[in-house]
């Protein structure tokens, strides 16, 4: 037993009788080195570790009051504070007919390999090394790179331990590494843009340092200067980021609690035909290639792929236990919580589209002609999980005769995410898992009103 | 204000020493200790009360320009002392040069003690679950199209202690809270939202300032409002912000700007425009620290600087960046302090986890010789924006992208039809240019900032003001 289990069911003994009580313990290390201009310009490392308590406390019946409390530290008479602050936290809140913590539901949790020990075991003058190497190849990369703001590389090692009362014991351990550059690219008549890209990986032999330089350079490039594009409904191609980001917000649409409390545009539409007929999407956090995967959800229950498309139809929504009791349905093992100071919420952890066409070369040779957009200005104020609506303003260029040609800026997006998912022509296989709990994959969608603007 | 110290200046001193003993030209010690309340209440029910106490140091050693930084939750003198050599590391780094460590300074109380410390922030929970109710109960009894009510508040009390190699050792205690009611209706355009939202530099005392039932209704007229929605146009057009509305604008796309790491580093269109016009006449933009119970004020910076004043932009000229303290970097021994001239109180640190930056406290621009009303009066067709949202923006060449949340058509000198949510689109630099006529009514709004990773309250604010030609993207119009 990992001396996190330890310390979280040592403190289940602070429970009282008729309550449930959930000890989730993290600890995280992560180092960071930025370079710039030849030389380190800062080196973190870092120790943070925690406790989160949930305390439910039943006043007999099947109701319940949920009291919450966290801490950054792990001592046992800080964990005795905290679970004291949580059961009052509970006495106070009025009774949720379906609060709870998770119980065991009986499914085995996959075999993951999501730890490298290559993280902890490489010296952090080598992980210097790196990024100063990260750094020098892409000023010496491309002769448009005008500065290299900076260059980083970044780990982390990260544990959690979980035990309730119920008799879940769960835990998990992840590391992560990445190099990522951000690069100023310039074009003639003085005009500059930048781009940023990153390599990730489990670990640290897994990482690349030509890529991020490159694609970087290439993603500045391809939108310096740029000019308008007509008004008008057009075939937009997605790039893999941007996807990422649209499909991000119809993954918090199909969030059980948003679904409750009716701020999802999907609400009461199970079993409806809510995208196009090719469209299959799931969330499947026990593919070991996904960032967000892993062997358990943050209540402890067994990871499990989700069917949430299913031939353009909706079959389900992502719960935790609460919004599955609330909807009198299974939890999905959809639970996330940010780090120990927060409660668990249902979210999708690694979400993908099935894959319709090879290669973002094949969709672009489809399309012919359309518009390629790089990357949303304003998309988080701009896409509304509650109604669909988004209005964002786009970088990107214009699809001529199957390939990329002249920059785009200065025009507008204007369409609805239901919209987008009932006009998707193609999905392409070029799933990548830079980070986070969506695959970057580049998608086709017809008709898409362009907000176009004269070019200036 | 509890009474004992959170790091006495002499462990400081010591701690600082280990930190600097393989070398390094300056060395600081951030301590902090942060308790913090929250309640939300969403379908007619209260839950997710929550509290959080966060407590630990972190320790900063510049080395030939190099930064090395470490932190720790362990307020123990041996946990200090750890964390003290972890962060020397980086005098040791390959290729570096060796510097001779700079003597310690044993630091000295760098602002008289304050007198009267703050209450903490918290009030009790049954006066926190009252108000959740009551704004509840109003906003539900608006309207029958209300289709859902979510309620929230948080606070938080922080002590902190700040002390470096160049004698420095401050204290502060720091509260701040928040109330916030959101309403969902549903009609005709679909689900429509509206929100009021408190945030200020204030303890339990929020409840005698803030009138939570009108909070409510103003949320759920705001909702209703969008029901009758028509999608904006797309264009430029004229625009004028109402009196605080707009004032993240400014931070965002001309504020970053101004910000001296930003300056430095090249990433800013203002740095070489200093003494040279950047605004419209008559447009004077500051940060001041120091404006009572505004979301980004306090009694010193997170390097222990006092708050003040800092002018940016006078009367449209560019007259100053602002700074946080900037060791020096040749290892001389600093004497009096001389850096402290050049920090105008400017460093922010969103925790102990994070290294210190320079941010904006409250940015906003001054009261102009206007009429609010003559403002709209005058414009014959342009966009009134009552509310602005989250936006984004390019620090380097100050492009930006703001959603309006509450914005109305203006015609002929009226304001008449409320329109969907839309974007504005522009460049700081533009619109400040752009801007042609100020109203005397100065207001503040809350706003989160975030930058390198690190998110901090900050008050931002301006008059209601007119800009000639901002471009709204909307849907098809």
Known sequence: ?456 | MPQSQLIPPELAADVLKTALHRGGEFADLYAEERWSTGAVLEAGTVGKLSSGQRRGAGVRVISGGATGFAYTADLSERGLHALARAASAIADRPGSAVTEPVPVTVPVLGAPPRQEWPEPAQSSRKVKIERLRYADDVARGVSPAIAGVHVSYGDSSRRLTVANSAGTYAEDFQVRNRFNVTCIVRGDTGLQTGYERFVRTVGSEIFDQIDVADMARGAARHALTKLNAAPAPSGEYVVVLAAGSGGILFHEACGHGLEADNVQRGQSVYASKLDTPVAGPGVTFVDDGTVPQACGSSRIDDDGAATRRTTLIEDGRLVGFMRKLEPLRDGAVPTGNPRWQRSTGNCRRQSYQHLPLVRMTNTFILPGPEDRAELIGQTRRGIYIAKLGGGQVNVATGEFVFGTTEAYLIENGQVTRPLLDTNLLGSGPEALSGIDAIAGDLDMAWGACDKDGQRVSVGCGQPSLRIRGLTVGGHAG
Not at chain 1, 130 to 150: F, M, N
Not at chain 1, 324 to 352: D, E, H, I, W
Not at chain 1, 426 to 446: E, F, Y
Request: hydrophobic share 40%; with cysteine.
């Open chain 1, 1 to 456: 037993m990992s001396d996190l289990m330890t310390v979280a069911t040592d403190a289940l003994r602070l429970a009282r009788h008729g309550e449930e009580v959930e000890i989730f313990v993290s600890r995280r290390y992560q180092t960071r080195v930025r370079a710039r201009q030849g030389t380190i310009d800062s080196v973190i490392s870092a120790e943070s570790i925690g406790v989160g308590v949930r305390v439910v406390a039943r006043n007999g019946g099947g109701e319940g009051t949920v009291g919450f409390a966290w801490a950054d530290s792990i001592g046992p008479d800080v964990i005795e504070t905290v679970v004291g602050e949580a059961r009052e936290n509970a006495r106070f809140s009025m009774p949720e007919p379906c609060a709870g913590i998770a119980s065991p539901d009986g499914v085995s949790p996959a075999e993951l390999v999501t730890w490298q020990g290559d993280v902890g075991g490489t010296p952090v003058a080598a992980k210097i090394a790196l990024a100063l190497e990260l750094e020098r190849r892409a000023r010496a990369g491309d002769q448009r790179i005008s500065a290299v703001p900076y260059a980083e590389y970044h780990d982390s090692q990260s544990e959690t331990a979980l035990a309730t009362t119920t008799g879940i014991r769960s835990a998990t351990a992840r590391t992560s590494a990445a190099l990522s550059v951000t690069i100023v690219a310039a074009g003639s008549g003085g005009v500059t843009h930048s781009g940023s890209a990153t390599s990730t990986a489990r670990g640290v032999a897994g990482l690349d340092v030509d890529a991020p330089p490159a694609e970087a350079v290439a993603r500045a490039v391809r939108v310096l200067g740029g000019g308008g594009f007509p008004a008008g409904p057009a075939i937009v191609v997605f790039d893999p980021r941007v996807t990422a980001t649209i499909m991000s917000a119809v993954g918090g649409a199909l969030r059980g609690d948003a679904v409750i409390r009716t701020r999802s545009m999907f609400a009461g539409r199970l079993g409806e035909k809510i995208a196009a007929a090719a469209i299959d999407l799931t969330d499947d956090p026990t593919d070991s290639l996904a960032s967000g995967s892993g062997p358990c959800d943050d209540e402890g229950l067994a990871s499990r792929p989700v069917s949430l498309i299913a031939a353009g139809v909706l079959s389900s929504y992502v719960h935790d236990t609460v919004s599955a009791r609330q909807m009198g349905t299974q939890s999905t093992a959809s639970a996330v919580r940010a780090g120990f100071s927060g409660t668990p919420v249902p979210k999708c952890r690694a979400l993908r589209l099935r894959p319709t066409a090879d290669s973002q070369a094949a969709i672009l040779a489809d399309v012919g002609s359309g518009l390629y957009v790089q990357s949303l200005l304003g998309a988080r104020s701009g896409i509304s999980s509650i109604n669909g609506d988004f209005s964002v303003a786009i970088e990107g260029c214009e699809i001529s005769g199957g390939s990329l040609g002249r920059p785009v800026r200065g025009v507008t997006l204007a369409s609805n995410l239901a919209e987008v998912l009932r006009q998707v022509r193609a999905v392409g296989d070029d799933i990548r898992w830079p980070a986070g709990a969506v695959a970057h994959q580049t998608i086709a969608v017809d008709g898409i009103y362009v907000g176009g603007s004269e070019p200036r």
